[in-house]
């Protein structure tokens, strides 16, 4: 499955087997990310297990990781001190029927100290416990905000 259209503006990197797209869910997590997968078939995927990606795949995930990691130090966040500081948490799903539940890996930074950045305060109401459900929800941006986030975060993205 392609990733729509409306996405294509928060591109960060195309690897061989997956996308890189900045999220439109930048609060209360700056530099959220997902890695769309790529299909070299049809619906392959579609409904496709963790265990089954190849191992190629697993390999440039763990690229994606550093590349984005990288990347999140340079707006500021405490990649060094991981574990103490800041966690890149990710969460691989293929739950969505809007977009056919196509797998994705979502990546997001969590950090202990707030870090700000282009006018926004990124702090992690929930650290120590889920992600999923920070007090006020998850929040999207304006379009133009995305694609400032954007464009800073690719600049560091080999």
């Given amino acids: 499955m392609e990733i729509s259209g409306r996405y294509l503006a928060y ?9 890189l797209v900045l ?32 191992d ?3 390999i440039e995930l763990r690229k994606i990781s550093n590349d984005l990691s990288g990347a999140l130090w340079a707006l500021g966040y405490q990649t060094m001190l991981y574990g103490k500081e800041f966690l890149l948490n990710t969460a ?32 992690d109401p929930n650290w120590g ?12 941006l304006p379009h133009h905000k995305l694609l400032q986030i954007r464009e800073e975060l690719a600049r560091y993205i080999e």
């Fill in 11 to 19: 591109i960060l990197k195309e690897y061989e087997r997956w996308t």
């Fill in 56 to 58: 190629d795949a697993l």
């Fill in 92 to 123: 691989y799903l293929a739950n969505e029927p809007a977009h056919n539940h196509h797998m994705h890996v979502h990546f997001i930074p969590r950090t202990r100290v707030p870090v700000k950045r282009f006018g926004l305060t990124a702090h």
């Fill in 23 to 54: 999220s439109e869910k930048q609060v209360p997590y700056l530099g959220r990310c997902y890695a769309w997968w790529k299909d070299t078939t049809p619906g392959e995927g579609e409904n496709m297990p963790f265990g089954n990606l190849p």
């Fill in 129 to 140: 416990s889920n992600y999923s459900n920070p007090p006020g929800g998850q929040q999207e």
